[in-house]
């Protein structure tokens, strides 16, 4: 197949140039109806695309194949057997490839520092969650991937597991020993579902870490938009070999995806898959250099410190893109970092915590860019030094070790059963009913039916009170959490 070809982009300028005199939806039909002042915001060109697959982008029973056809070149284009472009982002991507290898009642492991979206899903089908512990950087308290000795004894505890889902690479870059984990997976007839939502670009580009699907995952999905152009909410869901039943993937994907998927974020994953496929190598040589060059200039500023290759677990990899930036040091709260490079230096990171901040750079960021949190995070330093500017100190947790995950009770019937609030600083040892996942980058790290422990329930009040960021408690407060009555 020709790699050059983007049938959505073909479709829909075919669109523009001669649009149709619609009588159904979407009922703004191409701009004609909608605001004039999201008009002014967002411009016409945006609504003009915004048409549906058949009797838009296709003929009335999709004839020409465009949507099709742009799933083949993609499955070749990462040397897969199968691809499908998603609308609602990797979690809808994570739940297709969930319903493909599992029913209620069945066993699938998670790496303990999955997304909510896989625990989200197995809450409700029913899914039996056994989870496997992380690497730990004690020094940056950051959980890395799986070990395959971790792997090896948690499928010796469940022989009937149906999947391992993991992720890598991680949130700071770091990939797992993919092919190790995947053969101890295969010798059990067990799937490989890799979470690999900020890894769509490695199999673009030498200088990235490997791609899971060459390493032997049977199942990987890609976050288009988090690093590589794509709108928000692209994705796409790779498998590759023959342990992974297609058919009932195709299935999944059919029973999840909307009838309505949006035109333009597809269109938008048909062009990144093309450039990508012409021309990744440049496109992430410049990304990389550009990093390279942040790396040097943050170097230079005393007290931060950065993740390295020499810091990672053996057989792993480190996506140079993804700079952890440690800044314990200077002893102050990450999140009161972050919050202070908004307000002064209009720099966002993609994450922070209790002592550190991440920084992504990707095809978008520009030397402009690297040369605003470079000159941000080196004007903060010299404040806090030379005492003109004061942020809220960083906080004593409990270490990410301390917080491993006991399940008391299966999580849907934990979820479902009579439930009662209580304070965070009393909850330990009960049963936690809800799920709480501090975002970025939604890790829960309390699941229903997790037995809540004294260090749980100090990391999550200590987090709290330090700025963290809980997605949906069921208390906006923060102050209580929902347990099993």
Not at 292 to 299: F, K, Q, T
């Given at each position: 197949?020709?790699?050059?070809?983007?049938?959505?982009?073909?479709?829909?300028?075919?669109?523009?140039?001669?649009?149709?005199?619609?009588?159904?939806?979407?009922?703004?039909?191409?701009?004609?109806?909608?605001?004039?002042a999201?008009?002014?915001?967002?411009?016409?060109?945006?609504?003009?695309?915004?048409?549906?697959?058949?009797?838009?982008?296709?003929?009335?029973?999709?004839?020409?194949?465009?949507l099709?056809?742009?799933?083949?070149i993609?499955?070749?284009?990462?040397?897969?057997d199968?691809?499908?472009?998603?609308?609602?982002?990797?979690?809808?991507?994570?739940?297709?490839a969930?319903?493909?290898?599992?029913?209620?009642?069945?066993?699938?492991?998670?790496?303990?520092?999955?997304?909510?979206?896989?625990?989200?899903?197995?809450?409700?089908?029913?899914?039996?969650?056994?989870?496997?512990?992380?690497?730990?950087?004690?020094?940056r308290?950051?959980?890395?991937?799986?070990?395959?000795e971790?792997?090896?004894a948690?499928?010796?505890?469940?022989?009937?597991?149906?999947?391992?889902?993991?992720?890598?690479?991680?949130?700071?870059?770091?990939?797992?020993?993919?092919?190790?984990?995947?053969?101890?997976?295969?010798?059990?007839?067990?799937?490989?579902?890799?979470?690999?939502?900020?890894?769509?670009?490695?199999?673009?580009?030498?200088?990235?870490?490997?791609?899971?699907?060459?390493?032997?995952?049977?199942?990987?999905?890609?976050?288009?938009?988090?690093?590589?152009?794509?709108?928000?909410q692209?994705?796409?869901?790779?498998?590759?070999?023959?342990?992974?039943?297609?058919?009932?993937?195709?299935?999944?994907?059919?029973?999840?995806?909307?009838?309505?998927?949006?035109v333009?974020?597809?269109?938008?994953l048909?062009?990144?898959?093309?450039?990508?496929?012409?021309?990744?190598?440049a496109?992430?040589?410049?990304?990389?250099?550009?990093?390279?060059?942040?790396?040097?200039?943050?170097?230079?500023?005393?007290?931060l410190?950065?993740?390295?290759?020499?810091?990672?677990?053996?057989?792993?990899?480190?996506?140079?893109?993804?700079?952890?930036?440690?800044?314990?040091?200077?002893?102050?709260?990450?999140?009161?970092l972050?919050?202070?490079?908004?307000?002064?230096?209009?720099?966002?990171?993609?994450?922070?915590g209790?002592?550190?901040?991440l920084?992504?750079?990707?095809?978008?960021?520009?030397?402009?860019?690297?040369?605003?949190?470079?000159r941000?995070?080196?004007d903060?330093?010299?404040?806090?030094?030379?005492?003109?500017?004061?942020?809220?100190?960083?906080?004593?947790?409990?270490g990410?070790?301390?917080?491993?995950?006991?399940?008391?009770?299966?999580?849907?019937?934990?979820?479902?059963?009579?439930?009662?609030?209580?304070?965070?600083?009393?909850?330990?040892?009960?049963?936690?009913?809800?799920?709480?996942?501090p975002?970025?980058?939604?890790?829960?790290?309390?699941?229903?039916?997790?037995?809540?422990?004294?260090?749980?329930?100090?990391?999550?009040?200590?987090?709290?009170?330090?700025?963290?960021?809980?997605?949906?408690?069921?208390?906006?407060?923060?102050?209580?959490?929902?347990?099993?009555?």
């Amino acid at each position: 197949m020709d790699q050059r070809e983007a049938p959505l982009l073909d479709a829909l300028t075919a669109v523009e140039r001669r649009p149709p005199h619609g009588f159904g939806a979407p009922g703004h039909h191409q701009g004609a109806g909608v605001s004039k002042a999201l008009l002014r915001l967002l411009g016409r060109r945006l609504f003009a695309a915004d048409v549906i697959t058949p009797k838009g982008l296709d003929d009335r029973t999709e004839g020409a194949h465009a949507l099709q056809r742009a799933h083949e070149i993609a499955a070749q284009a990462w040397n897969a057997d199968f691809c499908r472009f998603v609308t609602g982002g990797s979690t809808q991507s994570l739940h297709t490839a969930l319903a493909a290898v599992a029913g209620p009642g069945d066993t699938v492991l998670f790496a303990v520092n999955v997304h909510k979206a896989e625990r989200a899903y197995a809450l409700a089908a029913g899914i039996e969650a056994a989870i496997v512990p992380a690497i730990v950087d004690a020094d940056r308290d950051i959980e890395h991937g799986v070990a395959p000795e971790a792997l090896a004894a948690a499928l010796d505890a469940h022989p009937h597991a149906k999947a391992f889902v993991l992720v890598s690479p991680t949130y700071y870059g770091v990939t797992s020993d993919i092919a190790a984990l995947a053969d101890l997976c295969h010798d059990r007839g067990v799937a490989l579902i890799c979470d690999a939502a900020w890894g769509g670009a490695f199999a673009f580009c030498e200088r990235l870490p490997h791609d899971a699907l060459t390493k032997g995952a049977d199942i990987a999905v890609y976050s288009l938009h988090k690093t590589m152009g794509a709108l928000t909410q692209g994705s796409a869901l790779l498998a590759k070999g023959d342990r992974v039943d297609r058919q009932r993937l195709w299935m999944a994907y059919e029973l999840f995806e909307t009838t309505s998927p949006s035109v333009p974020i597809l269109a938008s994953l048909d062009a990144v898959r093309r450039d990508h496929a012409i021309d990744g190598e440049a496109i992430w040589g410049r990304v990389l250099d550009s990093a390279d060059d942040l790396r040097r200039r943050l170097a230079r500023i005393d007290g931060l410190s950065m993740l390295c290759e020499d810091d990672l677990p053996p057989n792993c990899e480190l996506d140079r893109s993804k700079l952890l930036i440690d800044c314990s040091a200077l002893g102050v709260s990450g999140y009161a970092l972050d919050d202070w490079l908004v307000a002064e230096h209009r720099v966002s990171v993609a994450i922070s915590g209790a002592n550190h901040l991440l920084a992504i750079v990707s095809p978008g960021t520009t030397a402009g860019d690297v040369r605003a949190l470079a000159r941000g995070l080196g004007d903060g330093v010299r404040r806090l030094r030379a005492g003109t500017l004061a942020l809220a100190p960083a906080p004593n947790l409990p270490g990410m070790a301390e917080l491993a995950v006991e399940m008391a009770m299966p999580g849907t019937q934990a979820f479902f059963a009579p439930a009662e609030r209580v304070p965070i600083a009393a909850a330990a040892g009960r049963i936690a009913a809800e799920l709480i996942a501090p975002a970025p980058p939604g890790v829960p790290r309390l699941v229903p039916g997790q037995r809540i422990g004294e260090a749980h329930a100090a990391w999550l009040a200590g987090s709290r009170d330090a700025g963290a960021f809980f997605l949906d408690p069921t208390d906006p407060s923060e102050r209580t959490v929902r347990v099993v009555a």
